[in-house]
């Protein structure tokens, strides 16, 4: 028997990750209307056409810059654990700040579909949102669903299929930024990916030693266990 | 090969804070122009959730409402379970003769009878009857409640009142948890960013009492609190001595991370951000099926799987005679010089002590040390309850102190190791062991003493 | 008219206000940012709670309260005309 696909459920608090995580898996993971209510991660399973499938569902987090103990295990497992398809939740009334993390994630990882749940109480407010647009200029599949109303599931569960057979292929449209940044970020990029070559996405890596997240930092630092664990105190300050 | 901390230091001296600022800003750009080219907004503002903030939140109703939430929940548990709590008790007390004559028809021996029946069923149903209707019913109501979106809005309201006694907003959210379940409210204090205000709400979420401490409450309340009424009225009184022990409860938390943060816990409450999501109808039914059945459910097997083997513990020791006392009389006595000064007795502390491992055994352990001595050999209802608490001594003090320990004393061994996996601290988890048991110890030692002075009793 | 240069802190239900500056560092300056309170962003005070404090913004489609102790130091122009 092959092995189960990993998947991992990411997004900002509250955008139905687990009741999505419900609907799919038939498991009985606790919702609530507020950030916070999941904070540890919980996996359940999900056959389709033959494949066997893991789904995480992760504490909601608003960027991959962790704030709180919650946010550092869903970065953890987005960053580390590298699943084999990152789910970006998203919530179709707040676009804006969704978007946000899923521009991150996509700046991590390639295999990354964006689901934009909640659509049924977008929709009652009069938002369109138009996913083939959002798929084009995120080069990742977008799809729309609403987690509650279990509204869009086929198309969901085509797109992990046909990402895993490899059907279709992600190609996450990199965010550029100014020319100051990018230079740096060239120069980082060759010497993080040579530190670690299994690691996370050397882009991604470099722009985090530039905006000093010194909690990414100590984690890579434990997750290599290299010889400079000794002197781990030293490089924070 | 440059190492990391040689990569951090190099980056570190290539950037700037405009730099980081500006790479956050240009993804919110990018955000920003996706959504102009593929999201259509209508004209019009959604303002229901504004509208129902506006009450909800609001400097005059904000707290009355809230105050009449928390007095509904609890009133409509309390109502809701006291006729299925007797018919279960019934229920399974009427199943006693018949198993009794089973036993005899199957010439069991008199002790393997006493073990089984008298120590391990007696027990568990025990458990299932007081504690299975109050939750099955205050977890749906809590999810419906929680899952429309009203909990932060209490964070909201209450965040000033937190933040004078140096803690986080979020803790009373983490204290909403804590009605639930002690050991998982813990866990869900890591929504808290800062250490120091997360230890605050660690040490403190004790103080909340959780489902399995409801029965304990419930039940002492209604029988020596409202005795004297009826019908609605009775769960109407019971209520509001219930809400009046919570609120001791969050009065005592204010208290202990006030006193945590000028000592132990000092330092300035720091940042806080509190998001507050539209409201959102639930699935009802969904919600209610998955949170009365299956927590429920999950909770109570816990309780009775401890319930199991500290029945059949007290059933024993209950009757090993060691001179002419069991081994239970004999560690009741022994406690019992101790257990008077806070107005309790040997066999209550002893049902503390044995109940360590869940908050849920207490009542029953007690009730089994009691049945092991006294002329009444069977509790089957409600009603010959009261006569067997009264026979130990029992008046409206006794209860009140026993409510008012279960309330404050140590969290329960569940909770302790989920404290201990969160601070990975000894003395933490000491101390959030040590602050509940010496407040428990002062708080009865009080009421004992003011209730003897002013001659209540 | 009011001043148009003002802090969030400074702000009264309905005030909408482009942000020019957040006064904070580290962690902070940070989780703002990731919430959307980003210079150049409108942001619109919503309601304060029942005891004057926290105060809840609308950022980025979303409402989020915060102290006046971290309020008062995003600065901004007031953008509604009044
Ligand atoms: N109307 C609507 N509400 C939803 C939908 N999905 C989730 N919700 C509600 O959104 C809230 C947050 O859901 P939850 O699964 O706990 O979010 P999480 O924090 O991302 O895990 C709950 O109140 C859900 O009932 C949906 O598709 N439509
Ligand atoms: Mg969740």
């Known amino acids: 028997m092959n092995n189960a696909y990993r998947i991992a459920l990411a997004g900002n608090p509250n955008t139905g990750k687990s009741t999505l995580f419900n609907a799919l898996t038939g498991l009985r993971q606790h919702t609530g209307n507020w950030a916070g209510k999941t904070v540890s991660v919980a996996q359940g399973s999900l056959q389709h056409k033959g494949n066997h499938y893991d789904l995480i569902d992760l504490p909601g987090t608003y960027s991959l810059f962790s704030n709180s103990a919650d946010e550092t295990v869903a970065r953890n497992y987005i960053v580390f654990e590298k699943p084999d398809i990152t789910l970006v939740v998203l919530d179709a009334t707040s676009m804006e700040r969704n978007l946000n993390l899923a521009l991150q994630v996509l700046e991590m990882t390639k295999n990354v579909i964006i689901c934009i749940n909640l659509i049924d109480a977008a929709e009652k407010q009069g938002i369109k949102i138009n996913e083939h647009l959002l798929t084009r200029q995120l080069g990742v599949p977008v799809i729309k669903v609403s987690a509650r109303n279990k509204l869009g599931f086929p198309k969901l569960l085509d797109t992990i299929d046909r990402i895993i057979t490899r059907a279709i292929e992600c190609n996450p449209v990199p965010t550029i930024y100014d020319e100051e940044i990018e230079e740096k970020i060239s120069r980082l990029e060759p010497k993080v990916k040579e530190l670690w070559k299994d690691g996370p996405s050397s882009r991604w890596v470099s722009l985090r030693l530039l905006d000093g997240d010194e909690d990414l930092m100590r984690e890579m630092e434990k997750r290599m266990g290299r010889e400079e664990n000794d002197e781990s105190s030293r490089v924070m300050d | ?457 | 008219m009011r001043e148009s240069k003002m802090t969030l802190a400074d702000a009264e239900k309905g005030d909408v206000i482009k942000i020019s500056s957040l006064g904070l560092d580290g962690v902070m300056r940070r989780r703002l940012l990731d919430l959307g309170f980003v210079p150049g962003a409108l942001v619109e005070a919503v309601r304060k709670s029942p005891l004057g404090d926290p105060m809840a913004f609308k950022v980025s489609q979303a409402v989020i309260a915060l102290r006046k102790e971290e309020s008062s130091k995003i600065e901004g122009e007031l953008f509604n005309d009044e």
């Open chain 2, 1 to 457: 090969m440059m190492n990391l901390q040689g990569l951090w230091t190099e980056a570190r001296e290539q950037s700037s804070t405009e730099m980081r600022d500006e790479i956050v800003h240009r993804l919110y750009e990018r955000s920003r122009k996706l959504c102009a080219a593929g999201v259509k907004y209508p004209e019009k503002k959604d303002v229901r959730t504004e509208r129902i903030d506006a009450i909800l939140t609001s400097p005059v109703l904000g707290f009355p409402i809230m105050l009449l939430m928390l007095g509904a929940v609890f009133y409509i548990t309390i109502a809701g379970a006291n006729i299925p709590s007797s018919l279960l008790a019934d229920f399974f007390g009427s199943l006693e003769g018949p198993l009794e004559n089973l036993f005899v028809y199957l010439h069991i021996p008199d002790w393997i009878y006493g073990i089984l029946v008298a120590g391990l069923y007696r027990g568990t149903t025990w458990v299932i009857s007081v504690m299975l209707p109050p939750m099955a019913i205050f977890f749906p109501v809590f999810a419906l409640l929680e899952n429309y979106g009203y909990l932060p809005r209490v964070a909201f309201n209450l965040d000033r009142i937190f933040k004078s006694a140096g803690a986080h907003g979020k803790q009373s959210l983490t204290m909403a948890m804590g009605f639930g379940c002690n050991a998982a409210a813990v866990l869900s204090t890591r929504i808290i960013e800062s250490p120091r205000e997360r230890m605050l709400a660690i040490l403190t979420n004790n103080f909340v009492p959780c489902n399995g401490r409801w029965g304990t409450l419930i039940l002492l309340s209604s029988l020596f609190m409202a005795s004297h009424f009826t019908g609605g009225f009775k769960s109407l009184i019971t209520t509001l001595v219930i809400i009046g022990l919570v609120m001791f409860g969050i009065v005592i938390t204010f208290l202990v991370s006030w006193i945590l943060s000028k000592t132990a816990l000092k330092g300035v409450p720091t940042h806080y951000t509190l998001e507050l999501p539209p409201y959102r109808r639930p699935k009802i039914f969904d919600t209610v099926i998955r949170s009365s059945l299956t927590k429920s459910w999950a909770v109570l097997m816990r309780a009775v799987k401890v319930a199991a083997p500290a029945a059949i513990l007290t059933w024993i020791a209950g009757n090993i005679y060691i001179g002419d006392a069991s081994v239970l009389q004999h560690v009741a006595q022994f406690l019992d010089p101790f257990g008077r000064l806070l107005g309790l007795d040997g066999y209550i502390l002893m049902a503390f002590i044995l109940g360590l491992p869940a908050n849920e055994i207490v009542l029953p352990i007690l009730l089994m040390g009691y049945l092991s001595t006294g002329s009444l050999t069977e509790a089957g209802s409600m009603a010959e309850l009261k006569n067997i608490l009264s026979e130990h001594g029992w008046t409206w003090l006794t209860a009140l102190n026993m409510m008012l320990f279960s309330l404050l004393h140590y969290p329960c061994g569940t909770t302790l190791i989920n404290i201990y996996k969160e601070t990975k601290s000894k003395k933490w988890t000491f101390m959030a062991f040590l602050i509940p048991t010496v407040i428990a110890v002062i708080v009865p030692l009080m009421t004992t003493f003011a209730a003897k002075a002013f001659g209540w009793v």
